[in-house]
């Protein structure tokens, strides 16, 4: 049986230290991206926080995850979809998130953002078109 | 007898802060930890209940803030930013602690 590339989405909803659930899924992604699938990740409601930049962990003696999403490119995971009402509801803006880029080979390495600003609405059809969705 | 309200959740996630903000009488205390301390950031539904209580003072932990990547000015006016030995020292002045976990 040939083997079939499949959609996954990654649903990411909580905010990054109170809980593990944000580094387990990161965690998870990375493993993932070793099986050549097609891997996307969304990042909504408190989900949003995790990719705020600036995050400085040395004062409460936990480690600083928050690096690893920047080589997520690397590892051809270059959709990351934010849900903009998220943001809004938290006092941020898409320039509050770190600049997460990819390099396209197909286009001679040309640096490319990752992360696209959709709509509620957008991220409920985006999820529809999915075979397996995630959630943390 | 004075309180010192603790919330370490997030005011998006959980009803925590909601209520303790629903039981904090004035004179009181809340210190925002943890997660808590996204109840501490300017244009949010958190901030209006922040500024229409009357007679509560309300405190932040400053390395849960720049853990998360949140600059003292995105703290909505009138929250103090305590360390550590602040927080030991509000749980110290008031009679008791009221937790909202």
């Known amino acids: 049986m040939a083997e079939q590339i499949k959609n996954f989405l990654y649903l990411n909803r909580r905010a990054p230290y109170g809980t593990i659930y944000a580094w ?8 993932g991206a070793a099986f050549d699938q097609k891997v996307s990740l969304a990042f909504l409601d408190d989900g949003v926080f995790q990719i705020v930049k600036g995050q400085d962990t ?4 936990m480690k600083n995850f928050s690096p690893t999403y920047s080589a997520l490119g690397d590892y051809d995971v270059n959709q990351l979809y934010v849900e903009q009402e998220s943001l809004e509801e938290r006092g941020l803006t ?15 390495w040309a640096e490319k953002d990752s992360i696209r600003v959709v709509s509620r609405a957008e991220l409920a059809k985006i999820i529809e078109q999915q075979d397996i969705v995630f959630s943390f | 007898m004075s309180e010192l309200h603790t919330v370490n959740k997030s005011p998006f996630e959980k009803s925590s802060f909601a209520s303790c903000m629903e039981h904090v009488l004035e004179g009181s205390a809340v210190l925002l930890y943890e997660d808590g301390v996204y109840a501490a950031i300017k244009g949010t539904a958190a901030e209006g209940k922040v500024k229409s209580a009357q007679g509560v003072k309300f405190y932040a932990l400053g390395s849960d803030l720049k853990a998360r990547g949140l600059s003292d000015e995105r703290v909505t006016n009138g929250v103090e930013i305590v360390d550590y030995e602040g927080f030991v020292d509000l749980a110290a002045e008031h009679d008791k602690v009221v937790a909202w976990v």
């Open chain 1, 94 to 108: 898409i320039d509050d998130l770190m600049h997460l880029t990819w390099e396209d080979e197909d286009e001679d």
């Open chain 1, 58 to 61: 040395a004062g409460v003696e």
């Open chain 1, 24 to 31: 387990e899924s990161l965690e998870v992604v990375l493993i």
